[in-house]
């Protein structure tokens, strides 16, 4: 565990904060960012906190960002948390702060702060604060403590993840024990909604194996259209499809919107590569999970079949 007693030294002596996030945020984005917000108004109440950021997500509930102008920033200690590389942070700018910090997860690539707490082991950000809050051992609140638990409950989907330690598992017991209500928590984050519910159900209907273990499905226009949806957000319910015995490779495709005859797609799979697939029609992403965007329909017959013979391997 890293030595975050120095963090809290720094924030002892800060004011005013910034707490910076990632754009496209995520629950543990949120959760870090709002969940440390809330601890340092636990413990340090009269101390002016900012949680900056334009974007937010659809998933759970989450306050609205501050507003906060840039000379508060140039004279704040600006924490920037779950964020791997300067570029992502939604406000970029933190870097006129006095002083940034980073706290985050992800595997070190770019240390941009004076500090930086990079503890790629684990599983969210979420579990570092928590991690630390316990060892601080000073007020956590029950709001404090939800929005860790948040955070830990989404980036390892449910404790399932492979990076879902022991020691991720005593942050949530830490957490668990201030009051929050876990079933209440679980529903806020995963519930679906009725439209999320019948585009679950188009997703399942649509779903073919081939007898190599290959499932695809293919979303066309009239789909998205009908759903309201773009592509990527089709392609978001791909996880519909990804707790099935047979299914060892399995694809979500769709029908561009933008661009007539092509297509885009997203690839999933257990244990078989598929990023090298992927990067043959100019995608990528990582061994399991992979994308690639303006493929046309020769491309995409040609994808499933590699797709399929990768799948019979395994
Ligand atoms: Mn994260």
Redesign the pocket.
């Known amino acids: 565990m890293m030595n975050l007693s120095l963090l809290s030294k720094e924030i002892e002596e800060a004011d005013p904060i910034v707490i910076v996030r990632h754009v496209r945020p ?1 629950c ?2 949120l959760g870090s960012q709002f969940g440390l917000k809330s601890w340092i108004k636990d413990n340090w109440p009269a101390k002016a906190v900012y949680a900056l950021g334009e974007e937010t997500t659809s998933q759970g509930i989450w306050p609205q960002s501050d507003k906060c102008s840039d000379e508060i920033i140039e004279n704040s200690l600006a924490i920037v948390v ?1 964020t791997a590389t300067a570029a992502r942070a939604d406000d970029q700018r933190f870097l006129i702060a006095k002083r940034i910090i980073k706290v985050d ?1 992800h595997p070190e690539t770019d240390p941009y702060g004076a500090l930086n707490f990079t503890d790629p082991k684990a599983a ?2 979420c579990e570092i604060l928590a991690r630390w809050f316990e060892e601080e051992n000073r007020t956590v609140s029950k709001q404090t403590a939800e929005y860790l638990y948040k955070g830990l409950l989404t ?1 390892t989907l449910r404790f399932s993840t492979s990076n879902t330690t022991a020691d991720t598992l005593k942050a949530a017991s830490f957490l668990a024990d201030h009051e929050i209500d876990i079933p209440a928590l679980n529903r806020e984050l995963f519930d679906l909604s009725m439209k999320e519910f019948e585009v679950a159900a188009a997703i399942r209907s649509r779903v073919k194996m081939e007898p190599s273990g290959f499932a695809w499905l293919m979303f066309t226009k009239e789909d998205l259209e009908k759903f309201g949806m773009s592509g990527s957000e089709a392609r978001g319910h791909i996880d519909e499809i990804g707790h099935v015995r047979d299914f060892k490779v399995w694809a979500m495709f769709n029908e561009s919107l933008s661009e007539e005859g092509k297509y885009e797609g997203s690839l999933r799979s257990k244990h078989a590569p598929v990023n090298d697939i992927a990067a043959k029609f100019g995608g990528g992403g990582h061994k399991n999970a992979a994308g690639v965007k303006d493929f046309d329909a020769e491309q995409l017959e040609e994808m499933k079949q590699l797709l399929s013979a990768r799948a019979s391997e395994y």
């Open positions: 995520d543990d984005a779950d997860h969210a950000a980036d």
